[in-house]
Nanobody
Framework: QVQLVESGGGLVQAGGSLRLSCAASGRTFSSYVMGWFRQAPGKEREFVAAITWSGGSTRYADSVKGRFTISRDGAKNTVYLQINSLKPEDTAVYYC???????????????????WGQGTQVTVSS
């Protein structure tokens, strides 16, 4: 059984930075795409960024390009999301997700991801 555990969220001022972590366990993740999504109150869950575990290809939502960086550490089975220049509109619960795939295509729809973590809250004050 795949388990994803997020950490690193918190309350920060606008302009600040956070690094979110997603510790993955239960499988060998070489054939997985690992994604980060977020959900603000009253809004749908939206794609933020994703990375292929084996090749390191990445994809970002337009709204976070240049501010967010996704990376992974194979030795630690951990995926990171470095968030810089935080804005109040980045306030949301951030979720880590995993998708088993044989291709290098990086899906952006939440329904494409099978495994989900419990989420970590990021709150940005203005």
């Amino acid at each position: 059984q795949v388990q994803l555990v997020e950490s690193g969220g918190g309350l920060v001022q606008a302009g600040g930075s956070l690094r979110l972590s997603c510790a993955a366990s239960g499988r060998t993740f070489s054939s997985y795409v690992m994604g980060w999504f977020r959900q603000a109150p009253g809004k749908e869950r939206e794609f933020v960024a994703a990375i292929t575990w084996s090749g390191g290809s990445t994809r970002y939502a337009d709204s976070v390009k240049g501010r967010f960086t996704i990376s992974r550490d194979g030795a630690k089975n951990t995926v990171y999301l470095q968030i810089n220049s935080l804005k109040p509109e980045d306030t949301a619960v951030y979720y880590c997700a995993a998708r088993l795939t044989s291709s290098t295509y990086i899906a952006t729809l939440p329904a494409s991801y099978i495994y989900w973590g419990q989420g970590t809250q990021v709150t940005v004050s203005s």
